[in-house]
């Protein structure tokens, strides 16, 4: 460890002063990190790939900028990638055996645009295979385990890039949220996690789970931060026709804007079911809003209740078009000695498949089937239109919707993942903003038997410097986002 880095906790604000008067260099900081992953990764499998010698080679090249005055707000910032963005040159899997053996021969666009910032890369992070679960106990590559306890799952998909951040490992990383994989993580983890508005960031070089719905994000520390990452990430792309065709957005803009006079709506679908705790919990922050000048109002979502079973109807069908692509023939993993081209497809994908993919891909396959097609996918999306009305009506009263992230805090390992249906009730309250395209924002707000939960808040469309803003005026009023765990070795083995 190098002496002059004091804490690996530090926010990009206070890593920033420390880079630019010199009190440590990008390739100490950098040196730093990457001892305390090898340190103690091995306990929690937040990363597949650490790419060390990268890390060092491009935290020289922001020494040589720093040390010129050309540094920017990101330059020298370390951070990690979830393992479904494309890394030229890198190993990107998703999290599967089908791309253990892909080197990505081009960077996705969020990579790139990081890269440009002056980010430097300490590795990929494990999730969930393809993006699919709520744990991080599906992946190719063993379950990530949660820096707090880790006896206990750090949340899925995005669950490596969340614990990252919560170990200390980095300041900051990039995540995916299908139907909640960033704002879970965030909340299990005790972090701040924002997934934007569809279509504000380019998917282009993301690997596709659902199409319709797959949005990259953040995990920071602190919203302040999240709002600086999250910044360098939006504009338009031509290479993806679903990202918006707008400028690159100053996320920072309404940090310093008071809480006073903003309508939160509560709507009582989110909150009738919950366990006294978290009831109390999600309470105490929404009268610590008030207590700041906002004003509560209750709402209604009506639809709630039909978000989950039709998120399962639609995502696998997406997921099942879009991993049609990996058929041992043209990347990835390809089976042995095959008879022909049919034994070829077939046992190429049944060899490289974890089971929840399987499943999923038979779902999908299944709901997009002639005789089928309009009793599920089409009802499905006829659901996911009456969602969208909902917060459409609401979003006439209020300004933002507060609601639970999780249900709960972080569950133990293996308590859920022969229970499917359990599992995704995990999503219950992140997946109808997924459905509607909306933005929505995880952060602390307590701990439940010594494990972090958090309250979502959740914006109307490009509303995302509001949720930003509003984040960090509740941070400057607690002290929930600054709690770190203590990391100690269990002498775990991931297989």
């Known amino acids: 460890m190098v002496a002059h880095v004091t804490t690996p906790f530090q926010s990009i604000a206070e890593i920033r002063a420390n880079l630019d008067d010199g009190t440590y260099s990008c390739r100490e900081l950098a040196e730093s990190l990457i001892s305390r992953i090898e340190e103690h990764d091995n306990d929690i499998n937040a990363f597949i790939t650490v790419t060390a010698d990268d890390a060092r080679s491009t935290a020289d090249a922001q020494d040589v900028l720093i040390a010129k005055g050309q540094a920017g707000p990101l330059t020298g910032i370390p951070l990690a990638h979830k393992d479904i963005f494309c890394t030229e040159g890198v190993k990107t899997s998703a999290g599967s055996k089908m791309l253990d053996n892909f080197i990505a021969p081009y960077s996705a666009t969020v990579v790139a645009k990081l890269k440009a910032a002056g980010c430097v890369t300490l590795g990929k992070t494990n999730l969930d295979e393809f993006a699919m679960g709520s744990s991080n106990e599906n992946s190719y590559y063993g379950p990530v385990r949660n820096p707090w306890q880790t006896s206990h799952v750090p949340g899925g998909s995005s669950g490596g890039s969340a614990a990252a951040v919560a170990a200390g490992f980095c300041p900051v990383s990039t995540g995916t949220d299908t139907g909640g994989s960033i704002r879970q993580p965030a909340s299990m983890c005790g972090v701040t996690g924002i997934k934007p508005t569809y279509g504000r960031v380019s998917r282009w070089g993301m690997i596709a789970f659902a199409s319709s719905l797959d949005q990259a994000g953040v995990f920071a520390r602190n919203a302040e931060d999240a709002a600086i990452l999250l910044s360098a990430m939006t504009g338009a792309d031509p290479r993806d026709s679903t990202c918006i065709d707008a400028p690159i957005a100053d996320l920072t803009q309404e940090l310093s804007t008071p809480l006073t006079g903003i309508r939160i709506g509560v709507p009582e679908q989110y909150l009738s079911e919950l366990d006294a705790p978290m009831a109390d919990l999600l309470t105490s922050a929404l009268f610590e809003m008030e207590a700041g000048g906002a004003k509560l109002v209750d709402i209604s979502l009506p639809h709630t209740r039909y978000a989950v079973p039709a998120y399962y109807v639609i995502a696998p069908a997406e997921c099942s078009t879009n991993l049609s692509r990996y058929d041992g023939v043209r990347f990835g993993y390809r089976c042995e000695d095959p008879e022909d081209i049919e034994d070829l497809y077939k046992r190429s994908r049944s060899e490289a498949f974890g089971d929840e993919v399987k499943q999923r891909i038979l779902v999908g396959t299944f709901t997009l089937s002639t005789g089928y097609y309009d009793a599920y996918y089409r009802k499905a999306q006829q659901i996911r239109r009456l969602i969208h ?107």
């Open 389 to 495: 009305q909902d917060f459409v009506a609401a979003f006439n009263s209020v300004d933002v919707i507060a609601a639970p992230t999780c249900p709960g805090p972080a569950f133990r390992l293996l308590e859920k993942i022969s229970d499917s249906i359990a599992m995704y009730l995990q999503d219950i309250y992140t997946i109808p903003v997924n459905l509607a395209g909306l933005p929505g924002l995880s952060m602390p707000i307590g701990q439940i038997g010594e494990m972090p939960v958090g309250m979502q808040l959740i914006g109307q469309y490009l509303d995302e410097a509001r949720l930003l803003g509003m984040a960090h005026q509740f941070q400057q009023r607690t002290d929930w986002h600054l709690a770190t765990p203590t990391l100690q070795a269990t002498g775990v083995s991931h297989g």
